[in-house]
């Protein structure tokens, strides 16, 4: 259970696809699934897989995790979302694929009022604003 829950967590956020994966193999969907929903909390904030490999920028890790039941809709202990962190990261690709294929609300906010159009422009993050934009109109 747990300990199972905390190395999809870590292998989430360092990128592991290949790890993941033979996890799955291993102790099958439903419990994988059930690991990949765990709630963390590495920094004081509670997040679960998909948001931590959102955060750590692995990409491959978060879709992966996504086709295999991971809770796209989750957010963290201060409300941010997978778009959030994805915007923080500057990853349009991430971004516009949890927006136009996930269709999590891009204008959401955190507890601290941030939209992820707030997190991609505080960082600089050109395109990221631009494709944010795009979706807002």
């Given at each position: 259970g747990?300990?199972?829950?905390r190395?999809?967590?870590d292998?989430?956020?360092?990128?592991?696809?290949?790890h993941?994966?033979?996890?799955?193999?291993?102790?099958?969907?439903?419990?994988?699934?059930?690991?990949?929903?765990?709630?963390?909390?590495?920094?004081?904030?509670?997040?679960?897989?998909?948001?931590?490999?959102?955060?750590?920028?692995?990409?491959?890790?978060?879709?992966?995790?996504?086709?295999?039941?991971?809770?796209?809709?989750?957010?963290?202990?201060?409300?941010?979302?997978?778009?959030?962190?994805?915007?923080?990261?500057?990853?349009?690709?991430?971004?516009?694929?949890?927006?136009?294929?996930?269709?999590?609300?891009?204008?959401?906010?955190?507890?601290?009022?941030?939209?992820?159009?707030?997190?991609?422009?505080?960082?600089?993050?050109?395109?990221?604003?631009e494709?944010?934009?795009?979706?807002?109109?």
């Amino acid at each position: 259970g747990m300990q199972l829950a905390r190395l999809v967590f870590d292998l989430a956020g360092k990128g592991r696809v290949r790890h993941l994966i033979n996890i799955l193999e291993h102790v099958g969907a439903k419990d994988f699934t059930a690991a990949v929903n765990e709630v963390h909390d590495p920094k004081g904030n509670a997040e679960t897989a998909i948001l931590w490999a959102c955060e750590q920028n692995e990409q491959a890790a978060a879709v992966f995790l996504m086709e295999f039941g991971a809770n796209i809709k989750a957010v963290d202990g201060h409300g941010r979302s997978a778009v959030h962190k994805a915007a923080w990261q500057g990853n349009t690709e991430l971004v516009r694929w949890l927006v136009q294929e996930n269709e999590i609300n891009p204008m959401m906010r955190s507890s601290f009022g941030d939209t992820p159009l707030h997190d991609a422009a505080f960082r600089g993050h050109i395109r990221t604003v631009e494709c944010l934009h795009m979706e807002l109109k």
